[in-house]
Nanobody, 120 residues
Framework: QVQLVESGGGLVQPGGSLRLSCAAS????????IGWLRQAPGKEREGILC????????YYDDSVKGRFTISRDNVKNSAYLQMNALRPEDTASYYC?????????????WGQGTQVTVSS
């Protein structure tokens, strides 16, 4: 079975950092584009950024440019989202997702999410 499992969320102060992990099983992540998305309570889920199979990155939210970095480790079959300079408005549930097609395609697999709360 395919599973994507996020971890690394938590409570941080504004300006702090978190590194989210997305551990995959049942698929080889190297064969997939990987997206990170987030959803705040009462708001629609939004794509943040996506890394293609060739490691190109597409940003969907300008507010994270210069602050968030996506990466993958094919040996560990995992993806990561490094989040720096966090702001209260970054508070949301964060999800990783995978699609064999390129970024912009409909994601085939989803994690269950990990909560990120940015507050003083």
């Amino acid at each position: 079975q395919v599973q994507l499992v996020e971890s690394g969320g938590g409570l941080v102060q504004p300006g702090g950092s978190l590194r989210l992990s997305c551990a995959a099983s049942g698929i080889i992540l190297a064969h997939y584009s990987i997206g990170w998305l987030r959803q705040a309570p009462g708001k629609e889920r939004e794509g943040i950024l996506c890394m293609s199979r060739s490691d190109g990155v597409t940003y969907y939210d300008d507010s994270v440019k210069g602050r968030f970095t996506i990466s993958r480790d094919n040996v560990k079959n995992s993806a990561y989202l490094q989040m720096n300079a966090l702001r209260p408005e970054d508070t949301a549930s964060y999800y990783c997702a995978a699609v064999m097609a390129g970024c912009g395609g409909n994601y085939e697999y989803w994690g269950q999410g990990t909560q990120v709360t940015v507050s003083s």
